[in-house]
């Protein structure tokens, strides 16, 4: 169970949060994770929170390429669809689907 201050401290990186997905600039990566961090010590003791831990999760990596519009990342077989649909190629050197030439 969490000390009361640490309860208070959660609900206010909560409402910092909600309050902060209002901005049309976006959430703050840098304090984003420094919370992420906290609210999994909280998710350990309170499994619930795991849910909402997705979100965060989520958000912090949608800046990353290949990302479904839904946040989450795509298969390599959606890449390799949406490489196709943009008409890059593969590069020769490695099978690594990040690493594309764009056509000439």
């Known amino acids: 169970m969490l000390s009361l201050e640490k309860w208070e ?27 992420r961090g906290s609210l999994i010590y909280v998710s350990h003791m309170y499994p619930s929170f795991i849910f909402y831990l997705k979100g965060v999760h989520l958000t912090l990596d949608s800046w990353r390429k290949w990302q479904r519009k839904d946040g989450w990342k795509m298969s390599q077989k959606e890449i390799r669809a949406a490489m196709i649909e943009k008409g890059w190629e593969e590069s020769e050197a490695t099978c690594n689907v990040g690493v594309m030439k764009a056509p000439a």
Do not use: F, N, S, V
């Not at 206010?12 to 420094?34: F, S, V």
């Open 9 to 35: 401290k959660t609900r206010a990186m909560i409402q910092w949060i909600k309050d902060e997905m209002g901005h049309p600039g976006g959430i703050p990566h840098k304090q984003l994770e420094r919370y």
